[in-house]
């Protein structure tokens, strides 16, 4: 699993810089804060922080918080161990719901039942994952449009975040998705 970290690291890295050329500061700010899962997954620390850091700085700036907490209680384990250094993850903190510091899992070890997500979910997300549209997702796999979305809302719920790169990101940091 350490191998598709670093592999989504990588990727995560040269997508932020793309949309930070592109003067894209939302999309910085949730690709920055996914990065640092997913450095954090990878035990580097240091990394984690610099990308973390990155995320809440511009998030603090224009007053995102929606993002962070839409990464589930993971990110609210990253942020109550950077609050000190980050003053501005106190305010994401307190955004988050009462029951995400209990379910605040390692977020070096996430976790997901092996059967979350059911064999057709998992082909869609593949596709997605691929950089297919949801129309080129149900030729691919003869459905219609409005099957694939359905297919996504159950994805996004069962993986607890509500952006198709979201969706790719914490499937990787599950296993769940092989290149």
């Given at each position: ?176 998705l092989e290149e």
């Open positions: 699993m350490s191998a598709r970290n670093a592999e989504a690291a990588v990727l995560l890295r040269a997508i932020a810089a793309i949309a930070e050329a592109d003067g894209r500061t939302a999309s910085v700010i949730e690709i920055s804060a996914m990065l640092a899962l997913a450095e954090h997954a990878l035990n580097d620390g240091e990394a984690a922080l610099v990308a973390l850091r990155r995320a809440v700085e511009l998030a603090a700036a224009h007053g995102f918080v929606r993002t962070f907490v839409d990464l589930g209680p993971t990110m609210h384990g990253l942020l109550a161990q950077y609050q000190r250094t980050l003053p501005y993850a106190r305010t994401l903190l307190a955004a988050f719901p009462s029951s995400a510091a209990s379910q605040t899992a390692s977020p070096a070890s996430p976790q997901l039942a092996s059967d979350a997500l059911n064999p057709r979910e998992l082909e869609v997300l593949r596709l997605v994952a691929q950089g297919l549209s949801n129309s080129e997702i149900a030729t691919q796999l003869i459905l219609a449009v409005g099957t694939v979305k359905k297919h996504l809302n159950n994805i996004f719920a069962k993986l607890d975040v509500s952006s198709r790169t979201q969706a790719v990101a914490r499937a990787r940091a599950y296993g769940l």
